[in-house]
């Protein structure tokens, strides 16, 4: 980590000499000491890697505005973008680190205040990371995050977001049904259409089409009573999607006909009839 630090003032030295008098300079951390746990370590580790990672933003995040020429600005700019590169990796690591030895760690030794923040923090980067591998990990970890720190903010997006996600991609579907009817009765009024868009969709799921509709109309409905939303209310993103759903799920797909193939002549959706077709959608941001 200190190594990470010294890397990014060399840098900022070499391209900004004119104010090398004025650069951030690195002070020498003590080691940490062993507890002979190696979760408790890691989660020390993890702790300082933040806390440095921190730092280096900290530090250079005013160069830029000490450059008077284009040119100290480009490179301030470049050392910048270093530096966010090497505070992100330290955290990384850290990270990866200790899940894997929080992940191979008793969870029901972490009781307790004196752990709590490594127990939130450990329940919620597991869960985040077995989302997609491995949903009932992650539905588990989540709703032990819940469970024991219902007023975290960790808690309300695991509530609102994360397990109406993970429930009904862990396969047992009637029993995320009626996981999802208990959050929506419990989260607030902004989450709730959120809520029962994810009841529509385990319908949707199950093939039970009417249902699926219904509760879409229903979500619509209900934003539509709260009246104008605010600039930045979830709901505004759930009007959307809901209104797309009603549009097309439980209906005939719509024709796709696009002019770019690979590996084949174009056709129409419609023309594939019969045959097993893969639409794969994706996106960056």
């Known amino acids: 980590m200190k190594s ?14 004119a104010v090398a008098d004025d650069a951030p300079k690195p002070e020498a951390k003590p080691e940490t000491k062993s507890t002979g746990d190696p979760t408790l370590d890691a989660w020390a580790a993890l702790k300082t890697a933040r806390a440095e990672a921190q730092a280096l933003k900290d530090a250079f995040s005013g160069m830029f505005q000490k450059m008077e020429t284009e040119e100290g600005k480009t490179a301030a700019r470049a050392v910048f973008s270093e530096v966010y590169r090497q505070a992100g990796t330290m955290e990384w690591n850290a990270g990866n680190a200790f899940l894997k030895e929080f992940d191979a760690s008793d969870w029901s030794k972490w009781e307790g205040s004196e752990h709590a923040d490594m127990l939130r923090d450990g329940l919620n980067m597991s869960a985040r990371e077995a989302i997609e591998s491995n949903p009932a990990h992650a539905v588990k970890a989540w709703e032990l995050l819940v469970a024991k720190f219902p007023d975290s903010g960790e808690a ?69 009573a709260a009246g104008e939303l605010e600039k930045y209310d979830r709901r505004a993103s759930v009007k959307r999607y809901a209104e797309l759903r009603a549009a097309l799920i439980g209906k005939p797909a719509p024709e796709v006909d696009s002019k770019l193939w690979f590996g084949g002549e174009p056709k129409k959706l419609s023309e594939l009839k019969g045959t097993v077709v893969v639409l794969d959608y994706w996106a960056t941001w």
């Open 4 to 17: 990470a630090r010294w890397l990014c003032l060399v840098l900022l030295l070499a391209v900004t000499p």
């Open 156 to 224: 309300a997006y695991a509530r609102s977001t994360w397990l109406p996600i993970a429930l009904p991609a862990a396969g047992d579907l009637p029993a995320a049904l009626e996981r999802l009817s208990e959050l929506q009765a419990a989260v607030p009024e902004m989450d709730k259409p959120g809520l029962r868009m994810a009841i529509g969709d385990v319908f949707a799921m199950q093939g039970e089409f009417e249902k699926a509709q219904a509760e879409y109309a229903g979500v619509l409905a209900d934003i539509e």
